[in-house]
C-alpha cells in the first residue's frame, strides 16, 4: 500500500493541494483503485447530477474526466494511470460530499470567534464505509443537513428553480422589487450559511439574523424559541459574528459608547443641564465617579470629551434588566430594552447596532436551565434604581451566531424575503 501511495502521489494532478484526508482515505480503503468499478462510479455521477443543477458550488467536480472513464474513451493503460485516475475522483468525492454537508466552506461573518469547523462530523470516514458498501448513492441523503432552516431554504430553492426553468424567465421580478435571479441568488447564500453552522447547530445555539430582525434559540437542531429583536441602524450597522455567551448579567450599567456620547448626549446635556439625572447617568473619569456639578459642560464638544457617561441600573436603563454578555469586537451585546412597544414596528432597525430581544426573560431561562430558579428569586425583587448588577454564569458557553441573510425562513419554516437593509447585495433590477 505504501508503494501504491507513493506511486499515486507522483502521478496526481498538479491542483491538489492538501492530500491529508485523501491519504486517509487510502489507507482506510486498503485499496489502490476503489473507484474504478462501474457501479460506483454511475452512483458518483448521480450523486453529482442531484446538485449540479441547483448549486453551483460543485462546479469544481470533473463531470467530463468521469464520464470519460465510463464511457471508456478515457484510456487507462497501466496502473500509473489507474492510480492517478482513482486519486482525482477521490479528491473530488471527498470535495463534493463536503459540499453537501458544510456548503462552500467561505466564512459567512465578519468576525468568526468560534471558528466553525467540519470537525463534527468525518467526511472521509463516511466515504470510506459507503465505498466498501458500495452504497454511494445514499451518501447524499445522509450527509444533507435535516434541521429546519436547511429544509425550508433548500425546498424553496428547488421549487424556484423550477419555476424559473418553466417560464423561461429568471428576471421575473417581484413585488418586493427583487428579481427571481436576486431570491434564487439570496437563497443559494443563505442555504450555504446554515450548512457552514452545521457543527454549531448540534450543541446549543443562538441564531441572529439581522434583516428579518429575528432570533432563533435551538438544541441539538430542534427549535424551542422565537423572538423579534431589534437590530442596528443603517446608519450603525449591528456586525455579523460568531461568539459564545457565557454570562447573564441582571441590572447591568450601560456605558454609553464614546460616539454616542459625543454626537447625541453631550448636545442634550449641554441644553438641559438636569438630563443626567433624570436618566440615571453617571459620569466617570478615569474610573472614578464625578460630580456632575463640577463640570462645565461648554469647555467640551464632539471632537473632545475626555468623561465616560454610565447610566445606573433599573427599568429605565437602555439595556433593560437583561444583559447576555459575550465577547464582541464591535461592542454590541445580546439584551433586554425598556421600549418594548417598539417589537411591534414594522421597522426594527433603530438600535445603535445592539440586538433588543422581546422575549430576553424567556432566552435567560432556557440558557440557565436549572440556574433559572436563581434568576427568577433575583427578578422578583424589583427593578429599583441603583440596583446592583448581579453576574449567572452558564455551567456551559452558550454559541450566538449572527448572520445577514435577505433570505430566511419565518418560526413556521416558510422562507421570506426581507430587505437588504444595509446595502450589502444591491440588485441592479431590469427597467
Known sequence: ?????????????????????????????????????????QQLKH???????????????PIGFLDSIIDGSRILRNEPDSIAADFRLTEASIRLFTTIHFGTGATPVAYDGIRASTSCIDITQQLVEAVHSGRIDSLTSTLRP?????????????????????????????????????????????????????????????????????????????????SRIIAGKPSAPSGTLTSAIREIILYPYWTVPAKITRRELLPMIKRNPDFLEANGYQVLLNGKLIKTSSIDWNRYSSSYFP????????????????KLNFYSPYGIYLHDTPWKLLFNAPFRHLSHG?????????LARLLLKEDSVALDAILQKGDALNTTPTILALKKPVVVVIVYETAWPDINGNVRYYKDIYQKRVEKQER
Open 1 to 41: 500500500m505504501i508503494l501504491s501511495l507513493t506511486v499515486a502521489f507522483a502521478q496526481r494532478p498538479a491542483y491538489l493541494t492538501d492530500t491529508t484526508q485523501i491519504v486517509r482515505f487510502y489507507k482506510l480503503m486498503e485499496s489502490r483503485t476503489p473507484w474504478l468499478q462501474p457501479v460506483l462510479l
Open 47 to 61: 450523486a453529482y447530477l442531484q446538485l449540479s443543477g441547483t448549486d453551483p458550488a460543485v462546479s469544481f467536480f
Open 146 to 226: 435535516v434541521n429546519q432552516l436547511y429544509r425550508a431554504l433548500h425546498d424553496t430553492l428547488k421549487v424556484l428553480i423550477r419555476r424559473a426553468e418553466d417560464t423561461g424567465n429568471i428576471t421575473l421580478t417581484f413585488k418586493v422589487r427583487q428579481s427571481m435571479t436576486g431570491r434564487i441568488d439570496a437563497l443559494r447564500k443563505a442555504l450555504h450559511t446554515v450548512q457552514w453552522m452545521q457543527c454549531l447547530l448540534t450543541d446549543r445555539c443562538i441564531v441572529v439574523n439581522i434583516p428579518s430582525a429575528t432570533l432563533h434559540y435551538y438544541e441539538q437542531e430542534e427549535l424551542l424559541l422565537s
Open 307 to 322: 468623561y465616560t457617561l454610565r447610566q445606573s441600573t433599573g427599568c429605565d436603563n437602555s439595556m433593560g434588566i437583561i
Open 354 to 362: 445592539c440586538i433588543r430581544v422581546e422575549k430576553v426573560q424567556e
